[in-house]
Protein backbone atom coordinates (compact mmCIF):
# COMPACT_ATOMS: atom_id res chain seq x y z
CA UNK A 1 0.00 0.00 0.00
CA UNK A 2 1.28 3.39 -0.89
CA UNK A 3 1.68 6.01 1.54
CA UNK A 4 -0.16 9.12 1.24
CA UNK A 5 3.38 10.98 2.00
CA UNK A 6 4.81 9.38 -0.95
CA UNK A 7 1.55 9.54 -3.18
CA UNK A 8 1.59 13.31 -2.18
CA UNK A 9 5.56 13.81 -3.26
CA UNK A 10 5.25 11.84 -6.28
CA UNK A 11 2.45 13.81 -7.42
CA UNK A 12 4.50 17.36 -6.42
CA UNK A 13 7.63 16.52 -8.10
CA UNK A 14 5.32 14.99 -11.60
CA UNK A 15 3.50 18.98 -11.38
CA UNK A 16 7.40 20.22 -10.65
CA UNK A 17 8.38 18.49 -14.11
CA UNK A 18 5.09 19.66 -15.88
CA UNK A 19 6.02 23.12 -15.21
CA UNK A 20 8.97 23.31 -16.36
CA UNK A 21 8.16 21.80 -19.85
CA UNK A 22 5.48 24.25 -20.07
CA UNK A 23 8.11 27.39 -19.45
CA UNK A 24 9.77 25.76 -22.81
CA UNK A 25 6.88 25.92 -24.55
CA UNK A 26 5.93 29.30 -23.60
CA UNK A 27 9.10 31.39 -25.24
CA UNK A 28 7.18 31.43 -28.64
CA UNK A 29 5.97 35.39 -29.98
CA UNK A 30 4.05 36.14 -32.80
CA UNK A 31 4.24 39.58 -32.37
CA UNK A 32 6.21 41.20 -35.88
CA UNK A 33 9.54 42.60 -35.20
CA UNK A 34 9.04 46.13 -34.55
CA UNK A 35 10.48 48.88 -37.54
CA UNK A 36 10.81 52.16 -36.21
CA UNK A 37 9.95 55.05 -38.94
CA UNK A 38 12.77 56.67 -40.63
CA UNK A 39 12.87 59.89 -39.66
CA UNK A 40 15.80 62.57 -41.73
CA UNK A 41 17.39 64.11 -38.83
CA UNK A 42 19.23 67.03 -39.79
CA UNK A 43 22.90 67.96 -38.58
CA UNK A 44 22.23 71.19 -37.04
CA UNK A 45 19.07 72.98 -36.63
CA UNK A 46 18.50 75.79 -39.05
CA UNK A 47 18.17 79.09 -36.92
CA UNK A 48 21.05 77.76 -35.09
CA UNK A 49 23.46 77.40 -37.96
CA UNK A 50 26.29 80.16 -38.33
CA UNK A 51 24.68 81.70 -35.13
CA UNK A 52 25.58 81.91 -31.44
CA UNK A 53 22.83 82.57 -29.84
CA UNK A 54 24.26 84.52 -27.42
CA UNK A 55 26.85 82.65 -26.63
CA UNK A 56 30.45 84.26 -26.28
CA UNK A 57 33.32 83.04 -28.35
CA UNK A 58 34.91 81.82 -25.27
CA UNK A 59 32.28 79.66 -24.28
CA UNK A 60 31.80 76.22 -24.88
CA UNK A 61 28.35 74.95 -25.86
CA UNK A 62 29.29 71.52 -25.44
CA UNK A 63 29.30 72.08 -21.61
CA UNK A 64 25.47 71.79 -21.41
CA UNK A 65 25.21 67.27 -21.70
CA UNK A 66 21.53 66.18 -22.83
CA UNK A 67 19.54 64.63 -20.42
CA UNK A 68 18.76 60.87 -21.14
CA UNK A 69 16.04 59.21 -22.29
CA UNK A 70 13.08 60.89 -20.86
CA UNK A 71 11.42 58.45 -19.90
CA UNK A 72 13.95 56.97 -17.68
CA UNK A 73 15.16 59.65 -15.51
CA UNK A 74 12.72 62.62 -13.92
CA UNK A 75 12.66 65.60 -15.03
CA UNK A 76 15.59 68.05 -13.64
CA UNK A 77 14.94 71.00 -12.27
CA UNK A 78 15.74 73.43 -15.67
CA UNK A 79 14.19 76.81 -13.81
CA UNK A 80 17.30 76.82 -11.86
CA UNK A 81 19.04 78.34 -14.44
CA UNK A 82 16.59 81.94 -14.28
CA UNK A 83 18.22 82.77 -10.85
CA UNK A 84 14.99 83.43 -9.21
CA UNK A 85 14.38 82.46 -5.86
CA UNK A 86 10.99 83.24 -6.00
CA UNK A 87 10.36 81.03 -9.22
CA UNK A 88 11.93 78.05 -7.39
CA UNK A 89 9.77 78.26 -4.87
CA UNK A 90 6.63 78.62 -6.75
CA UNK A 91 8.00 75.71 -8.84
CA UNK A 92 8.33 73.44 -6.05
CA UNK A 93 4.91 74.25 -4.89
CA UNK A 94 3.20 73.13 -8.45
CA UNK A 95 4.88 69.78 -8.39
CA UNK A 96 3.37 69.04 -5.18
CA UNK A 97 0.00 70.76 -6.04
CA UNK A 98 -0.84 70.90 -9.03
CA UNK A 99 -4.22 69.14 -10.12
CA UNK A 100 -2.71 67.94 -13.63
CA UNK A 101 0.30 66.88 -12.20
CA UNK A 102 -2.03 64.51 -9.61
CA UNK A 103 -3.91 62.88 -12.56
CA UNK A 104 -0.61 62.49 -14.08
CA UNK A 105 0.48 60.67 -11.41
CA UNK A 106 -2.83 58.48 -10.70
CA UNK A 107 -2.92 57.24 -14.35
CA UNK A 108 1.08 56.00 -14.01
CA UNK A 109 0.23 54.43 -10.77
CA UNK A 110 -3.32 52.51 -12.81
CA UNK A 111 -0.86 51.77 -15.48
CA UNK A 112 1.89 50.00 -13.39
CA UNK A 113 -1.17 48.19 -11.54
CA UNK A 114 -2.18 46.65 -15.09
CA UNK A 115 1.50 45.46 -15.70
CA UNK A 116 0.92 43.38 -12.23
CA UNK A 117 -2.59 42.14 -13.71
CA UNK A 118 -1.03 41.02 -17.38
CA UNK A 119 1.87 39.27 -15.70
CA UNK A 120 -0.66 37.49 -13.45
CA UNK A 121 -1.88 35.19 -16.53
CA UNK A 122 1.63 34.10 -16.65
CA UNK A 123 1.17 31.96 -13.45
CA UNK A 124 -1.07 29.27 -12.05
CA UNK A 125 -3.94 30.12 -10.88
CA UNK A 126 -4.51 28.31 -6.96
CA UNK A 127 -7.76 28.09 -5.07
CA UNK A 128 -9.19 26.57 -2.05
CA UNK A 129 -12.70 25.70 -0.97
CA UNK A 130 -15.09 23.67 1.35
CA UNK A 131 -18.70 23.43 1.69
CA UNK A 132 -21.51 20.37 1.33
CA UNK A 133 -23.95 20.11 -1.78
CA UNK A 134 -27.16 18.51 -1.55
CA UNK A 135 -28.78 16.67 -4.35
CA UNK A 136 -31.58 14.49 -5.37
CA UNK A 137 -31.16 12.35 -8.52
CA UNK A 138 -34.17 10.55 -9.41
CA UNK A 139 -34.90 6.74 -9.75
CA UNK A 140 -34.87 7.10 -13.67
CA UNK A 141 -30.97 8.67 -13.51
CA UNK A 142 -30.27 6.24 -10.77
CA UNK A 143 -31.15 3.37 -13.48
CA UNK A 144 -33.95 1.77 -11.76
CA UNK A 145 -36.68 2.85 -14.14
CA UNK A 146 -39.17 5.44 -14.44
CA UNK A 147 -41.58 5.66 -11.63
CA UNK A 148 -38.64 4.65 -8.89
CA UNK A 149 -37.97 6.47 -6.19
CA UNK A 150 -34.88 9.00 -5.72
CA UNK A 151 -32.43 9.15 -3.51
CA UNK A 152 -31.12 12.35 -1.43
CA UNK A 153 -27.33 13.13 -0.74
CA UNK A 154 -25.37 15.25 1.10
CA UNK A 155 -21.71 15.56 0.12
CA UNK A 156 -19.58 17.30 1.65
CA UNK A 157 -15.87 18.58 -0.53
CA UNK A 158 -12.73 20.23 0.60
CA UNK A 159 -10.21 20.94 -2.35
CA UNK A 160 -7.53 22.82 -4.08
CA UNK A 161 -7.94 23.60 -7.55
CA UNK A 162 -4.74 24.60 -9.76
CA UNK A 163 -5.39 26.28 -13.59
CA UNK A 164 -2.94 27.60 -15.75
CA UNK A 165 -2.55 28.31 -19.88
CA UNK A 166 0.29 27.30 -21.51
CA UNK A 167 1.58 30.42 -23.69
CA UNK A 168 2.67 27.78 -26.08
CA UNK A 169 1.99 30.91 -28.94
CA UNK A 170 2.87 34.27 -27.33
CA UNK A 171 -0.60 35.41 -25.99
CA UNK A 172 0.03 35.87 -22.48
CA UNK A 173 3.74 37.11 -23.16
CA UNK A 174 2.61 39.81 -25.58
CA UNK A 175 0.07 40.90 -23.54
CA UNK A 176 2.68 41.55 -20.70
CA UNK A 177 4.74 43.43 -23.26
CA UNK A 178 1.77 45.80 -24.40
CA UNK A 179 1.20 46.52 -20.85
CA UNK A 180 5.07 47.44 -19.74
CA UNK A 181 5.04 49.32 -23.04
CA UNK A 182 1.50 51.46 -21.82
CA UNK A 183 3.12 51.78 -18.50
CA UNK A 184 6.06 53.11 -20.03
CA UNK A 185 4.03 55.45 -22.17
CA UNK A 186 2.35 56.73 -19.06
CA UNK A 187 5.41 57.41 -17.29
CA UNK A 188 6.22 59.47 -20.23
CA UNK A 189 3.10 61.18 -20.60
CA UNK A 190 3.70 61.87 -16.47
CA UNK A 191 7.70 63.33 -17.58
CA UNK A 192 5.71 65.45 -20.33
CA UNK A 193 2.79 66.38 -18.10
CA UNK A 194 5.23 67.76 -15.69
CA UNK A 195 7.34 69.64 -17.69
CA UNK A 196 4.57 71.55 -19.39
CA UNK A 197 3.16 72.65 -15.35
CA UNK A 198 6.73 73.76 -14.92
CA UNK A 199 6.88 75.67 -18.40
CA UNK A 200 3.18 77.13 -17.79
CA UNK A 201 4.37 78.42 -13.95
CA UNK A 202 7.19 80.13 -15.47
CA UNK A 203 5.93 81.45 -18.91
CA UNK A 204 2.55 82.85 -16.33
CA UNK A 205 5.48 84.22 -13.62
CA UNK A 206 7.18 86.01 -16.10
CA UNK A 207 4.05 87.36 -17.49
CA UNK A 208 3.08 88.47 -14.12
CA UNK A 209 6.57 90.29 -13.57
CA UNK A 210 5.97 91.88 -16.58
CA UNK A 211 2.88 93.76 -16.21
CA UNK A 212 3.89 94.69 -12.83
CA UNK A 213 6.78 96.51 -14.82
CA UNK A 214 3.86 97.95 -17.47
CA UNK A 215 2.06 98.76 -14.34
CA UNK A 216 5.26 100.47 -12.56
CA UNK A 217 5.88 102.62 -15.51
CA UNK A 218 1.93 103.78 -16.10
CA UNK A 219 1.68 104.93 -12.67
CA UNK A 220 4.54 106.83 -13.01
CA UNK A 221 3.42 108.12 -16.25
CA UNK A 222 -0.15 108.83 -14.30
CA UNK A 223 1.56 111.09 -11.67
CA UNK A 224 3.59 113.05 -14.42
CA UNK A 225 0.37 114.03 -16.37
CA UNK A 226 -1.86 114.54 -13.33
CA UNK A 227 1.01 116.89 -12.34
CA UNK A 228 1.25 118.69 -15.75
CA UNK A 229 -2.54 119.03 -16.23
CA UNK A 230 -2.20 120.46 -12.80
CA UNK A 231 0.07 122.94 -13.67
CA UNK A 232 -1.52 123.56 -17.18
CA UNK A 233 -4.93 124.54 -15.37
CA UNK A 234 -2.81 126.89 -13.03
CA UNK A 235 -1.30 128.93 -16.44
CA UNK A 236 -4.93 128.73 -17.83
CA UNK A 237 -6.73 130.44 -15.26
CA UNK A 238 -3.76 133.35 -15.42
CA UNK A 239 -4.09 132.94 -18.95
CA UNK A 240 -0.50 131.77 -19.75
CA UNK A 241 -1.93 128.78 -21.61
CA UNK A 242 -4.91 127.60 -24.20
CA UNK A 243 -8.09 126.08 -23.06
CA UNK A 244 -7.40 123.21 -26.33
CA UNK A 245 -3.99 122.57 -24.79
CA UNK A 246 -5.26 121.80 -20.97
CA UNK A 247 -7.89 119.56 -23.02
CA UNK A 248 -4.96 117.45 -24.60
CA UNK A 249 -3.39 117.05 -21.24
CA UNK A 250 -6.27 115.59 -19.88
CA UNK A 251 -7.04 113.54 -22.98
CA UNK A 252 -3.21 111.77 -22.77
CA UNK A 253 -4.21 111.45 -18.40
CA UNK A 254 -7.35 109.69 -19.55
CA UNK A 255 -5.83 107.31 -22.19
CA UNK A 256 -2.99 106.55 -19.61
CA UNK A 257 -5.66 105.87 -16.53
CA UNK A 258 -7.68 103.63 -19.04
CA UNK A 259 -4.22 101.48 -19.73
CA UNK A 260 -3.51 101.39 -16.67
CA UNK A 261 -6.88 99.70 -15.64
CA UNK A 262 -6.34 97.18 -18.57
CA UNK A 263 -2.61 96.09 -17.51
CA UNK A 264 -4.14 95.71 -14.09
CA UNK A 265 -6.78 93.25 -15.23
CA UNK A 266 -4.36 91.36 -17.14
CA UNK A 267 -2.33 91.23 -14.18
CA UNK A 268 -5.35 90.09 -11.95
CA UNK A 269 -5.87 87.47 -14.29
CA UNK A 270 -2.29 86.05 -14.30
CA UNK A 271 -2.25 85.84 -10.58
CA UNK A 272 -5.02 83.63 -11.33
CA UNK A 273 -3.77 81.37 -13.37
CA UNK A 274 -0.80 81.21 -11.39
CA UNK A 275 -3.10 80.45 -8.13
CA UNK A 276 -4.72 77.34 -9.85
CA UNK A 277 -1.17 76.31 -11.50
CA UNK A 278 -0.09 75.94 -8.02
CA UNK A 279 -2.99 74.51 -6.96
CA UNK A 280 -4.12 77.35 -5.04
CA UNK A 281 -7.46 79.20 -4.69
CA UNK A 282 -7.18 82.61 -5.83
CA UNK A 283 -8.48 84.62 -3.33
CA UNK A 284 -5.82 82.88 -1.33
CA UNK A 285 -2.52 84.02 -2.88
CA UNK A 286 -0.60 86.34 -3.48
CA UNK A 287 3.05 87.41 -4.98
CA UNK A 288 5.39 90.09 -3.98
CA UNK A 289 5.03 92.69 -6.99
CA UNK A 290 8.50 93.10 -8.82
CA UNK A 291 9.09 93.98 -12.15
CA UNK A 292 10.69 91.39 -14.36
CA UNK A 293 14.50 91.54 -14.62
CA UNK A 294 15.96 90.95 -18.14
CA UNK A 295 17.59 87.36 -17.51
CA UNK A 296 18.84 86.30 -21.14
CA UNK A 297 19.68 82.28 -20.39
CA UNK A 298 22.08 80.83 -23.18
CA UNK A 299 20.56 77.37 -23.90
CA UNK A 300 22.73 76.07 -26.51
CA UNK A 301 20.00 73.30 -28.28
CA UNK A 302 22.66 70.55 -28.74
CA UNK A 303 21.96 68.08 -31.88
CA UNK A 304 18.89 67.66 -33.37
CA UNK A 305 19.25 63.51 -33.05
CA UNK A 306 19.16 64.41 -28.50
CA UNK A 307 16.14 65.65 -29.16
CA UNK A 308 14.37 62.47 -29.80
CA UNK A 309 15.90 61.27 -26.56
CA UNK A 310 15.11 64.17 -24.32
CA UNK A 311 11.05 65.11 -25.43
CA UNK A 312 9.33 62.96 -23.19
CA UNK A 313 6.43 63.01 -25.78
CA UNK A 314 8.67 61.65 -28.12
CA UNK A 315 9.41 58.60 -25.81
CA UNK A 316 5.84 58.41 -25.57
CA UNK A 317 5.14 57.87 -29.09
CA UNK A 318 7.61 54.93 -29.11
CA UNK A 319 6.21 53.34 -26.45
CA UNK A 320 2.76 53.60 -27.67
CA UNK A 321 3.68 51.98 -31.11
CA UNK A 322 5.65 49.17 -29.33
CA UNK A 323 2.71 48.26 -27.06
CA UNK A 324 0.09 47.95 -30.21
CA UNK A 325 2.98 46.42 -32.09
CA UNK A 326 2.94 43.65 -29.08
CA UNK A 327 -0.73 43.87 -29.66
CA UNK A 328 -0.37 42.25 -33.04
CA UNK A 329 1.34 39.36 -31.37
CA UNK A 330 -2.08 38.63 -28.84
CA UNK A 331 -4.60 39.25 -32.02
CA UNK A 332 -2.07 36.72 -34.06
CA UNK A 333 -2.21 33.96 -31.31
CA UNK A 334 -5.90 33.52 -31.56
CA UNK A 335 -5.97 31.74 -34.72
CA UNK A 336 -3.36 28.91 -33.06
CA UNK A 337 -4.58 26.17 -30.25
CA UNK A 338 -4.72 27.33 -26.53
CA UNK A 339 -3.67 24.69 -24.07
CA UNK A 340 -5.10 25.65 -20.70
CA UNK A 341 -4.25 22.63 -17.71
CA UNK A 342 -6.78 22.52 -14.75
CA UNK A 343 -6.80 20.19 -11.88
CA UNK A 344 -8.51 19.71 -8.86
CA UNK A 345 -7.46 17.66 -5.33
CA UNK A 346 -9.00 17.04 -2.36
CA UNK A 347 -11.79 15.07 -0.50
CA UNK A 348 -15.50 13.96 -0.25
CA UNK A 349 -17.59 12.16 1.86
CA UNK A 350 -20.92 11.88 2.97
CA UNK A 351 -20.33 12.29 6.48
CA UNK A 352 -18.02 15.49 7.80
CA UNK A 353 -16.80 13.36 10.01
CA UNK A 354 -14.79 10.96 7.33
CA UNK A 355 -13.96 13.76 5.42
CA UNK A 356 -9.93 13.64 6.13
CA UNK A 357 -9.55 10.19 5.47
CA UNK A 358 -7.62 8.68 2.98
CA UNK A 359 -9.70 6.90 1.31
CA UNK A 360 -12.36 9.58 1.15
CA UNK A 361 -9.91 11.70 -1.85
CA UNK A 362 -10.66 12.79 -5.02
CA UNK A 363 -8.96 14.26 -7.99
CA UNK A 364 -9.48 15.70 -11.49
CA UNK A 365 -7.38 16.49 -14.24
CA UNK A 366 -8.64 18.07 -17.21
CA UNK A 367 -11.16 21.16 -17.52
CA UNK A 368 -14.20 20.66 -16.11
CA UNK A 369 -16.04 21.73 -19.60
CA UNK A 370 -14.84 21.06 -22.84
CA UNK A 371 -11.07 20.42 -23.63
CA UNK A 372 -7.64 20.67 -22.68
CA UNK A 373 -6.70 22.07 -26.18
CA UNK A 374 -8.69 23.67 -27.67
CA UNK A 375 -8.38 24.81 -31.50
CA UNK A 376 -10.59 27.09 -33.83
CA UNK A 377 -11.63 26.55 -37.05
CA UNK A 378 -14.28 29.14 -38.45
CA UNK A 379 -15.87 32.23 -36.72
CA UNK A 380 -16.50 34.07 -39.52
CA UNK A 381 -14.00 36.34 -39.93
CA UNK A 382 -13.72 37.68 -36.29
CA UNK A 383 -9.90 36.78 -35.68
CA UNK A 384 -8.81 38.30 -38.90
CA UNK A 385 -10.91 41.31 -38.70
CA UNK A 386 -9.10 41.89 -35.04
CA UNK A 387 -5.73 41.58 -37.22
CA UNK A 388 -6.60 44.05 -38.87
CA UNK A 389 -7.47 46.20 -36.24
CA UNK A 390 -4.49 46.10 -34.64
CA UNK A 391 -2.70 46.50 -37.37
CA UNK A 392 -4.76 49.75 -38.30
CA UNK A 393 -3.74 51.07 -34.66
CA UNK A 394 -0.31 50.03 -34.97
CA UNK A 395 -0.70 52.17 -38.36
CA UNK A 396 -1.89 55.37 -36.46
CA UNK A 397 0.84 55.11 -33.81
CA UNK A 398 3.34 54.92 -36.41
CA UNK A 399 1.85 58.50 -37.97
CA UNK A 400 1.49 59.58 -34.69
CA UNK A 401 5.17 58.82 -33.65
CA UNK A 402 6.14 60.62 -37.22
CA UNK A 403 4.01 63.92 -36.28
CA UNK A 404 5.29 64.33 -32.94
CA UNK A 405 8.85 64.39 -34.26
CA UNK A 406 7.86 66.96 -36.88
CA UNK A 407 6.30 68.94 -33.96
CA UNK A 408 9.37 68.88 -31.72
CA UNK A 409 11.78 70.12 -34.88
CA UNK A 410 9.17 72.49 -35.45
CA UNK A 411 8.62 73.89 -31.78
CA UNK A 412 12.42 73.92 -31.28
CA UNK A 413 13.36 76.00 -34.71
CA UNK A 414 10.47 78.26 -33.05
CA UNK A 415 11.80 79.38 -30.05
CA UNK A 416 14.95 79.79 -31.64
CA UNK A 417 14.07 81.98 -34.02
CA UNK A 418 11.81 84.01 -31.36
CA UNK A 419 14.82 84.70 -28.49
CA UNK A 420 17.20 85.43 -31.63
CA UNK A 421 14.63 88.09 -33.24
CA UNK A 422 13.81 89.06 -29.70
CA UNK A 423 17.56 89.76 -29.20
CA UNK A 424 17.96 91.90 -31.68
CA UNK A 425 14.37 93.73 -31.12
CA UNK A 426 15.48 94.04 -27.69
CA UNK A 427 18.58 96.00 -28.54
CA UNK A 428 16.77 98.40 -31.41
CA UNK A 429 14.19 98.98 -28.84
CA UNK A 430 16.71 100.30 -26.09
CA UNK A 431 17.68 102.63 -29.08
CA UNK A 432 14.79 103.94 -29.66
CA UNK A 433 14.13 104.41 -25.88
CA UNK A 434 16.91 106.41 -25.24
CA UNK A 435 16.06 108.51 -28.50
CA UNK A 436 12.65 108.91 -27.81
CA UNK A 437 13.94 110.24 -23.88
CA UNK A 438 16.20 112.74 -25.39
CA UNK A 439 13.49 113.87 -27.71
CA UNK A 440 11.03 114.25 -24.91
CA UNK A 441 13.40 116.13 -22.81
CA UNK A 442 14.13 118.53 -25.65
CA UNK A 443 10.73 119.41 -26.14
CA UNK A 444 10.10 119.76 -22.52
CA UNK A 445 12.96 122.27 -22.59
CA UNK A 446 11.50 124.22 -25.61
CA UNK A 447 8.09 124.30 -24.44
CA UNK A 448 9.54 126.34 -21.16
CA UNK A 449 11.61 128.69 -23.13
CA UNK A 450 8.62 129.24 -25.62
CA UNK A 451 9.79 127.77 -28.86
CA UNK A 452 7.26 125.10 -29.45
CA UNK A 453 3.76 124.17 -28.55
CA UNK A 454 2.92 121.99 -25.84
CA UNK A 455 1.49 119.43 -28.07
CA UNK A 456 4.88 118.83 -29.35
CA UNK A 457 5.87 117.83 -25.87
CA UNK A 458 2.73 115.43 -25.37
CA UNK A 459 3.50 113.59 -28.98
CA UNK A 460 6.92 113.30 -27.55
CA UNK A 461 6.03 112.28 -23.99
CA UNK A 462 3.59 109.24 -25.93
CA UNK A 463 6.58 107.88 -28.26
CA UNK A 464 9.16 107.68 -24.74
CA UNK A 465 6.04 106.09 -22.86
CA UNK A 466 5.35 103.50 -26.25
CA UNK A 467 9.30 102.57 -26.51
CA UNK A 468 9.65 101.95 -22.54
CA UNK A 469 6.12 99.59 -22.64
CA UNK A 470 7.49 97.75 -26.08
CA UNK A 471 11.00 97.06 -24.50
CA UNK A 472 9.03 95.15 -21.36
CA UNK A 473 6.91 93.64 -23.55
CA UNK A 474 9.96 92.27 -25.77
CA UNK A 475 11.68 91.43 -22.33
CA UNK A 476 8.77 89.50 -21.14
CA UNK A 477 8.32 87.68 -24.55
CA UNK A 478 12.07 87.21 -24.49
CA UNK A 479 11.63 84.86 -20.88
CA UNK A 480 8.97 83.34 -22.18
CA UNK A 481 10.50 82.12 -25.29
CA UNK A 482 13.01 80.83 -23.40
CA UNK A 483 10.89 78.45 -21.65
CA UNK A 484 9.15 77.26 -24.44
CA UNK A 485 12.79 76.70 -25.83
CA UNK A 486 13.55 74.87 -22.64
CA UNK A 487 9.99 72.95 -22.93
CA UNK A 488 11.01 72.07 -27.18
CA UNK A 489 14.33 70.74 -26.12
CA UNK A 490 12.33 68.52 -23.09
CA UNK A 491 14.10 69.99 -19.78
CA UNK A 492 16.75 68.47 -18.53
CA UNK A 493 19.57 70.42 -18.39
CA UNK A 494 22.84 69.88 -16.15
CA UNK A 495 21.95 73.19 -14.00
CA UNK A 496 25.63 73.24 -12.66
CA UNK A 497 26.56 74.05 -15.67
CA UNK A 498 24.50 76.07 -16.92
CA UNK A 499 25.49 80.14 -17.98
CA UNK A 500 23.41 82.81 -17.70
CA UNK A 501 23.57 87.04 -18.15
CA UNK A 502 21.72 89.66 -15.79
CA UNK A 503 20.84 92.80 -18.49
CA UNK A 504 18.68 94.93 -16.27
CA UNK A 505 17.32 98.04 -17.48
Keep these: ?61 GRWRPAEPADQQAPSPWWGVFGDPVLVQLEEEALKANPDVSIAMA ?48 LWRAQASVA ?17 ADAARQQALAHQMLLLVQADVAKTYFSLRQFEGELRLLRDTVRLR ?18 YVVDQVKTELFSARSEQLAVEQQHALALHALAILLGKLPAAFSVEARP ?34 ARIGVARAA ?19 NLANWSQRTFLLGPLVGTALSMPIFDGGRRSAEVARVRGVYEERVAEYRKTVLQAFREVEDSLVSIRTLDERIVQQRGAEDASSGVAQSAKARFDEGDVDYLVVVDAERTR ?20 LVKALGGGWDLSKAEKSDIKG
Design 226 to 243: QDAMSLLERKLDVGAAAP
Design 335 to 353: FFPALSLTGSLGYESADLG
Design 292 to 325: LDNVTVRLPPGMPSTLLERRPDIAAAERAMTAEN
Design 465 to 484: LRSRQSRIQFEGERARATVD
Design 164 to 180: YEVDIFGRVSSGVAAAR
Design 1 to 61: MTHPTQAIQRLSGSALSLAASLLLLSACSLAPVENRPGIDIPAKFAEYEGRTLALQPAEDP
Design 107 to 154: RLKQARALISQSESAQLPEVGAGFGPSRQRISGTAAGRGDGAPGSTQT
